[in-house]
């Protein structure tokens, strides 16, 4: 049996019945991560030492284990690089921020100790969130590896990289514009952005603060919602956090689809789609009507400005959250500057990558005076559009189903000198961030190349219910066989 190729449900079970221990499953993912990661790079950090070490005083006490309040019992489990981890580097992919260790845990770090998950490692990532491609990071480019030539999504790449190579048995990623949903897709494996505010952002390094939202990256539909159903909880420390009803998500996930509608946009069907995506996806949309769903074509008539105002909304937030990135307080400083003003300006365009600086510009001039009106403002008004556009789709629809990007994982290198074909590659999985929705990738089928399609389900806000049921349902028509990858 491969242990690392298990999933959470699977490692449980089989932990419950002392078929297999702790310390075996951190060993087989150990055993994963170094025969690979040196050709994926999908850890910046690897925590082999204190995992083993946590695995080993896990033995004598798993017998008495309360499987209800620590659901996550001994499974070795990957965090993307921006959610703060107490005495454990957080670099963000970024120069800037190598050698940081947070002096606190971010609140989803913190669930998942007290679940009794061990987390193996910190997942690479495209710069502070900011890349479709994980090619951005300072740490070194991830690849994918169902194609080594091929890029594994971003901006959480790593994430997705090691559960497809089984280098983890589940991951947390973070979510501003399709990061966990898109390389989710390119990487075969199950992503999930939960609604806006529904998990605690508290330890999670801003990028666009109305934007960004800590979701699971699973092998599967049920362990997503085992993941959701541990960080899912109201935070004080966090404003934007929901408070809500608790909500068992595993118990959601219930066979048959009767009674389902099923919106399918007109908008997400357009020129330049690749035809075995369209396909795939159209696919998916006959099975959720042969499980008893209603199939109703819908408009988002707003879906074409989601790029433009992504790309004044997000920039103009990171401008301003990364403007604490000055050298004074913490992280890198550039030490051979003369003056103080030259200290800040050295310390920022040594520290931060090309994509980062240009993001960077692009939100200071839209928030700068006498263009703010112009961009920024209009941005947020026809952000306020496309929201009405899916709470008029939902009065009608249960869940809609979209592709999740217009083509397969590219080869390395094909859109780095083309930043707006990059942008375009995340067309589809933006209006939903911009809505503050939840979405999910699915795996449903693979192309001509052998690279993974994943299909899009999005619901209104807090109905991650309806999400899991239907997903749940496609992910056993589909028959999606996921593999043991060789990364050759």
Known sequence: MDLAHLTIEQARNLLKKGEVSPVELVDAVIGRIKAYDNKVNAYITVLEREARDQAVQ??????????????????????????????IK?????????????PYDATVYSALKKAGAIVIGKTNMDEFAMGSSTENSAMGICRNPWNLDRIPGGSSGGAAAALAADMCIGALGSDTGGSIRQPASH???????????????????????????????????????????????????????????DV?????????????????????????????????????????ESLGA??????????????????????AEASSNLARYDGVKYGYRHRNAKSLIDMYCETRSTGFGAEVKRRIML??????AGYYDAYYKKASQVRTLIKRDFE?????????????????????????????QMYLTDIFTLPASLAGIPGISLP?????????????????????????RVAYNLERALGFERKSLPVS
């Open 58 to 87: 896990m033995e004598d006490g798993i017998k008495n284990v309360d499987w209800d309040k620590q659901p996550l019992y001994g499974i070795p489990l990957a965090v993307k690089d921006l959610i703060c981890t107490s005495g």
């Open 90 to 102: 957080t670099t963000c992919g970024s120069r800037i921020l190598e050698n940081f260790v947070p």
């Open 187 to 245: 990487c075969g494996v199950v992503g999930l952005k939960p609604t806006y505010g529904l998990v605690s952002r508290f330890g999670l390094v801003a990028f666009a603060s109305s934007l960004d939202q800590i979701g699971p990256m699973t092998k599967d539909v049920t362990d997503a919602a085992i993941l959701l159903d541990v960080i899912a909880t109201y935070d004080d420390r966090d404003s934007t956090s929901i408070p809500r009803e």
């Open 248 to 288: 068992d998500y595993v118990e959601t996930l219930k066979d048959g689809l009767d009674g389902y509608t099923i919106g399918v946009p007109k908008e997400y069907f357009i020129g330049g789609i690749d035809d075995e995506v369209e396909s795939c996806v159209k696919k998916a949309i006959e099975l959720g």
């Open 294 to 315: 209603n199939i109703k074509e819908i408009s988002l008539p707003h879906t074409e400005y989601g790029v433009a105002v992504y790309y004044i909304i997000a920039p």
């Open 363 to 368: 939100g200071t001039y839209v928030l700068s």
């Open 392 to 420: 008029d789709a939902f009065k009608d629809c249960d869940v809609l189903i979209t592709p999740v990007a217009p083509t397969t994982a590219f080869k390395i290198g094909e859109k780095a000198d083309d930043p707006l």
């Open 444 to 468: 449903c089928g693979l192309d001509r190349y052998g690279m993974p399609i994943g299909v899009q389900i999005l619901a209104s806000h807090l109905n991650e219910s309806k999400i899991f």
